[in-house]
């Protein structure tokens, strides 16, 4: 299946909080447990599933869709792993095991795949009761499904107030309890996202979202503040998270341009005609620097993209893959022509009509004259680690912030996977394409230019301090008139 350029590079993952269909339960292994909770004089019910534990797992699950996990354990790793796992089931005290008790239990091995590629995530889907199924778009849509109104900045073990939505909530703010458990219990049960909603912490340790008042407790300039709050509505949040979607604006005394891109759209027309309308328009103000902030891009749609790095890169074309792998299975095989039955269960290479290796670029679109620096995190994904990386290897801006995840390239072309063990964790992002991507990588890590590492004390003083460096490295550079290709 011959892909052009806009969808060649990778998938993002995308996270589904609408309810799944109720499957019968294995009346061996399972038992069913509906936990009621009352929400505004109004119940909304949502069962987990109740699953038997072995006395002891004996070996770790496959994934038979992606391309590098069938060989990516020796035995001695899976015996670590499935140490640890066991350990942890031992330290759980019970024969039983809801759905955040499963998670936290087997999150070696699901760390382990993250780490590998981290487009894997495994994700507690909800299970709504069937009377609610037929209206689960309406149940997950409740005004009683609300959410606080800020998301946090993960340092470490700390976490801080990132960006608030409500005067009560102050950015800098260091959270310490949310609704009684402190952060150190719940990071215990989830992913260490550099950037991360209150309500993914609370989705992984409850196993649901459903509350009609949050109590928080926070440490700020030194003062333990207590605060009750209601929170917004989830389509409140949206609407506030969505308001100023590319924060465009100028950083006089650098001397700099600045530009949050925080995704990547379907089509990417609006994006990348906002992009190049703010550039010309820095150019025009005899602004040359200009800093495009990709760090809480996990990615999204690859559409147009030859256009938009049109903009960036003064080429007339731009070498972008090596080659391509894809590994056969039911999920792959009646996508792509050339694959057979024969093939099953087997890694191929990607034949060159399937894959795009380079492309022209617009020359219309191009700048001249600007000096570029692409802000990047470890939450840098998918499309937009591509993106970093494009232009990283061609010369046409320095990448600062701090290291990408390992493989942030490496791999792509998402599928959904199956509930795991007969539990209600899913995997939402099992890649089947292994990418050889043009790149200065090393052993797969996307490295900055400009290294600037995330230090919590900064970030508690309300200061998006990375930031802040790099405006200082950019108004002290000797010479910041001198394009940097």
């Known amino acids: 299946m011959k892909k052009p350029i806009i969808y060649l590079i990778f998938a993002a993952v995308i996270f589904s909080a609408e309810a799944k269909k109720p499957s019968a339960p294995d009346s061996l292994r399972q038992l069913r447990r509906e936990r009621e909770v009352s929400i505004e004089n109004r119940s909304l019910k949502i069962l987990d599933l109740v699953t038997v534990q072995p006395h002891d797992w004996t070996q770790l699950p496959t994934v038979p869709e992606h391309p590098a996990f069938d060989g990516l354990f020796d035995p001695h790793e899976q015996r670590v792993i499935l140490e640890e796992v066991n350990r942890r089931r031992r330290e759980h005290g019970s024969d039983t095991l809801l759905t955040a008790d499963y998670f936290y239990i087997w999150r070696p ?14 994700f507690p889907v909800p299970l709504a009761s ?3 199924y037929k209206n689960a778009r309406k149940v997950y849509k409740d005004p009683g499904n609300r959410r606080l109104p800020f998301d946090c900045i993960l340092i470490e073990d700390t976490l801080v107030v990132g960006r608030s939505f409500d005067p009560l909530f102050r950015v800098g703010d260091r959270v310490v309890t949310i609704n009684g458990v402190t952060v150190p219990e719940y990071l215990k049960y989830n992913y260490t996202d550099r950037y991360i909603w209150p309500a993914m912490l609370m989705i992984y340790y409850y196993y649901g979202f459903a509350v009609d008042r949050f109590e928080v407790i926070l440490e700020r300039d030194g003062i333990i503040v207590e605060i009750e709050t209601p929170g917004l509505q989830e389509k409140e949040q949206l609407r506030y998270t969505m308001r100023n979607f590319y924060n465009i604006t100028t950083y006089e005394d650098a001397g700099a341009g600045y530009i949050q891109l925080r995704r990547f759209y379907p ?18 103000q005899g602004i040359n620097n200009v800093v495009i902030d990709v760090r809480r891009n996990g990615g999204g749609s690859g559409h147009n993209f030859d256009k ?28 792509y022509g050339f694959l057979t039955e024969d093939m099953m269960g087997t890694v191929v290479d990607m034949p060159q009509d399937e894959f795009v290796a380079s492309f022209p670029t617009d020359r219309k679109m191009y700048v001249d004259g600007m000096n570029y620096y692409i802000l990047a ?17 061609n010369g046409a801006a320095k990448i600062a912030g701090e290291p990408l995840r390992r493989n942030a390239l490496r791999y792509g072309e998402v599928v959904g996977g199956e509930d795991i063990a007969s539990t209600l964790l899913c995997p939402t992002g099992i ?4 990418f050889d991507e043009f790149t200065r990588a090393a ?5 900055p230019d400009i290294p600037i590492p995330y230090i919590a004390s900064q970030y508690l003083t309300g200061k998006d301090a990375v930031l802040e460096k790099l405006l200082e490295i950019i108004k002290t550079t000797n010479n910041p008139q001198t394009p940097n290709r």
């Open 130 to 132: 069937a009377d609610h």
């Open 308 to 335: 938009l790095l049109s903009i960036f890169v003064d080429k007339p074309r731009i070498e972008y893959m090596r080659g391509q792998r894809i590994k056969v299975s039911d999920k792959t095989l009646g996508n």
């Open 109 to 122: 091995w699901f760390d382990r795949l993250w780490e590998e590629d981290p487009h894997y995530r495994v």
């Open 443 to 447: 052993d797969g890590v996307v490295s």
């Open 267 to 284: 089509h990417n027309g609006h994006l990348i005609k906002t992009v190049h309308k703010a550039i010309l328009d820095f150019k025009q």
């Open 377 to 393: 995190s470890k939450d840098t994904g998918s499309i937009a680690a591509s993106f970093v990386n494009i232009l990283q290897y």
């Open 431 to 434: 890649s089947t394409v292994e």
